[in-house]
Nanobody
Framework: QVQLVESGGGSVQAGGSLRLSCVAS?????????MAWFRQAPGKEREGVAR??????????ADSVKGRFTISQEKAGNRNIVLLQMMSLKAEDAAMYYC??????????????????WGQGTQVTVSS
């Protein structure tokens, strides 16, 4: 059974940085996963932030975070670890951030409904 556990959220001033981590266990070392970070702020719709295909490190970003966020992945035994390095944080980046996983390759569209596996979320607060 695949489990996703996020960490790394916190409170930071605008312009600061945070690194989020998502440990995916139970994937038995599979490289055929699309891993993503989503976020949702109060009163707003869930937004796809960045995604990466584990098999070849192909990554894509939402326009709102391009140039500021970097998604990457590491492997530790039978676990995949997906990192989201966030820099130059803005007030509008504040949200609950969720890690999500989808077996197989990343689809053409980037939609949360396509991801069957989710973590519990980690809160990011940005003060101006």
């Amino acid at each position: 059974q695949v489990q996703l556990v996020e960490s790394g959220g916190g409170s930071v001033q605008a312009g600061g940085s945070l690194r989020l981590s998502c440990v995916a266990s139970g994937v038995a070392g599979s490289r055929n996963y699309c891993m993503a970070w989503f976020r949702q702020a109060p009163g707003k719709e869930r937004e796809g932030v960045a995604r990466i295909y584990i098999g070849n490190d192909y990554a894509e970003y939402a326009d709102s975070v391009k140039g500021r966020f970097t998604i990457s992945q590491e492997k530790a035994g039978n676990r995949n670890i997906v990192l989201l390095q966030m820099m130059s944080l803005k007030a509008e980046d504040a949200a609950m951030y969720y890690c999500a996983a989808m077996p197989g390759g990343c689809l053409m569209r980037f939609a949360g409904a396509d991801f069957p596996l989710w973590g519990q979320g980690t809160q990011v607060t940005v003060s101006s």
